[in-house]
């Protein structure tokens, strides 16, 4: 129910009533060039859903607990707010206009990954959540609330999963991780 309460309230006449965001006001950002991360298809901001807005993580990415790959939203999910949310600034209309133009031609945007192991390391998305808790993201991806454009945080390298295994006395066997 957090969820639902949590999301930005739409009237019914189609336009946008002020959203809460007396806790974080996400920076307006004039130099895209300097922000670390890939750039992607969309410049889609975590800092202002995810922050600003305070869309839950799990609201786009419901399968992070349930699934081994945590996946991106459907255009869908995003469609289901910019039919009706078309930005309140000429930056984030222009971007909105992606996500309309897309729906329209069918034709998702291409995000690039940020967090991708090899194909032979095996990580259980979901089994962490269950363990670390679904407020346990920022241990392994950073401040994403307050990110505008995602980047790596974590090195995802082999002794980065051990120490924490070790932390939390879970099996080190090679076998656990490697097919
Ligand atoms: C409104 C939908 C939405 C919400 C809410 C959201 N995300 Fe995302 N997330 C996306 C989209 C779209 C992408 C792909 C584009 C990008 O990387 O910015 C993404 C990408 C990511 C990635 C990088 C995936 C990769 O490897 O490429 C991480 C990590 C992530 N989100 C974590 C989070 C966390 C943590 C939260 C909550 C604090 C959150 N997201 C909330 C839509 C959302
Ligand atoms: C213990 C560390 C850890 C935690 C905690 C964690 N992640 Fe991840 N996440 C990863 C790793 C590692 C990958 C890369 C997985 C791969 O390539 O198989 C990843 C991948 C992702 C992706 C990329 C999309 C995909 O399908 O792989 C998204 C989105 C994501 N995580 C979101 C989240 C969200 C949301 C949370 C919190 C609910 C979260 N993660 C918690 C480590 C973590
Ligand atoms: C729960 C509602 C909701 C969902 C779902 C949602 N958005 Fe948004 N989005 C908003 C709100 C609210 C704003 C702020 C509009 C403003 O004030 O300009 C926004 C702003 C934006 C902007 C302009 C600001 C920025 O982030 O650069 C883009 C682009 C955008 N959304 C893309 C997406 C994409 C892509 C998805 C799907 C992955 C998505 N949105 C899903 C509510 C949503
Ligand atoms: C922040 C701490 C943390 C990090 C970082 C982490 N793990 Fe884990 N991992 C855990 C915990 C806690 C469990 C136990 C989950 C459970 O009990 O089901 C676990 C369980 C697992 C399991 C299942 C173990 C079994 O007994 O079946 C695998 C596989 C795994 N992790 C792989 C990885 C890989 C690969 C990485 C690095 C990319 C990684 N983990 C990074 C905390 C972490
Ligand atoms: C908790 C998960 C985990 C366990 C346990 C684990 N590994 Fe790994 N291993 C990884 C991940 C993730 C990578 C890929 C990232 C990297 O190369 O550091 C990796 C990479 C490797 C590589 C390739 C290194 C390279 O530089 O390309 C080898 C070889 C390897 N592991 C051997 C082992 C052996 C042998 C064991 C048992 C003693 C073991 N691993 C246990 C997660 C694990």
Redesign the pocket.
Known sequence: MVLILA??PVVANGQ?AP?ASSRYKAPVISDTGALKGPRQP????HD??AGQ?Q?PCM??HYSAAISTEPGL?S?Q??F???QL?S???P???A??K??RDAWRDRKP?EWIRVYALPGFARFPHMRHIKALGTQSCTTCHGDVQHTPQIEQVSTLRMGWCIQCHIKNNVSRDCSVCHY
């Not at 969309?42 to 901001?45: A, E, P, W």
Request: proline share 9%; glycine share 6%; net charge neutral.
């Open positions: 999301l930005p946008q959203v969309i410049f889609f901001r202002i859903h807005d869309i609201y786009c939203p255009l999910t995003c289901g707010c910019h949310i930005g309140s600034t930056s984030h209309q971007e909105i992606k996500v945007p």
